[in-house]
């Protein structure tokens, strides 16, 4: 496992951008397949944003897709959320997380994938 710590949450108007950043401890960062999930008031938490091990390959919810890029540099053992074109509806507590096993190269959308996750940072986006 790896220890996530995220940060860059805050607030933000609506049509602004926001970087959110997840550093990890522990574990290098490039045995695993990261992701950001999200929940909002009241609601599930939802996948927003997976990275495969490389880099390669992302993988994007229908919501944010177009306006959020996932980036990693595992060097830095650290994962990138950079959101653009904020919404209101993107308010939300944002979580990094890290696959449950090696195995696990390409991103995934399944919570149950991910057993290594951050306390949350939160975005709140006004109209």
């Known amino acids: 496992q790896v220890h996530l710590v995220e940060s860059g949450g805050g607030l933000a108007q609506a049509g602004g951008s926001l970087r959110l950043s997840c550093v990890a401890s522990g574990r290098s960062i490039s045995y695993y397949a990261l992701a950001w999930f999200r929940r909002a008031p009241g609601k599930e938490r939802e996948f927003v944003a997976g990275i495969s091990r490389s880099g390669d390959l992302t993988s994007y919810s229908e919501s944010v897709k177009g306006r959020f890029t996932i980036s990693r540099h595992n060097d830095l053992m650290t994962v990138f959320l950079q959101m653009t074109s904020l919404k209101p509806e993107d308010t939300a507590v944002y979580y990094c997380?890290?696959?449950?096993?090696?195995?696990?190269?390409?991103?995934?959308?399944?919570?149950?994938?991910?057993?290594?996750w951050g306390q949350g940072t939160q975005v709140t986006v006004s109209s």
């Open positions: 997380a890290a696959a449950a096993t090696t195995y696990i190269s390409e991103p995934r959308k399944y919570e149950g994938d991910y057993d290594s």
